[in-house]
Nanobody, 114 residues
Framework: QVQLVESGGGLVQPGGSLRLSCAAS????????MAWFRQSPGKQRELVAH???????NYADSVKGRFTISRDNAKKAVYLQMSSLTPEDTAVYYC????????WGQGTQVTVSS
């Protein structure tokens, strides 16, 4: 079973940038399409971006052009580079397989505020 640990969140001003990391355990990580999700208070968890094992990417319209997802299969890690952040990006960010096959980690809080 794959376990996931997210990190890199924090408080950032509007227009700022953050890089989130997701460390995965388990030898089967590389075969999965991985994704970043986020959840704001009172809202359902939403898909932000996903990346195939080969590196093909896809983004939600709300983050397209501002966020970049990447992965390092050798390090069993997934990253989310976020730029031009707005208060609407404030949420807890989680990684998981696109099909949400793994247990959810604790997430990492991103707060965009002046």
């Amino acid at each position: 079973q794959v376990q996931l640990v997210e990190s890199g969140g924090g408080l950032v001003q509007p227009g700022g940038s953050l890089r989130l990391s997701c460390a995965a355990s388990g030898s089967i990580f590389s075969i999965y399409m991985m994704a970043w999700f986020r959840q704001s208070p009172g809202k359902q968890r939403e898909l932000v971006a996903h990346i195939s094992s080969g590196g093909s990417t896809n983004y939600a319209d709300s983050v397209k052009g501002r966020f970049t997802i990447s992965r390092d299969n050798a390090k069993k890690a997934v990253y989310l580079q976020m730029s031009s952040l707005t208060p609407e990006d404030t949420a807890v960010y989680y990684c998981n397989s696109l099909g949400q096959k793994f247990s959810w980690g604790q997430g990492t809080q991103v707060t965009v505020s002046s």
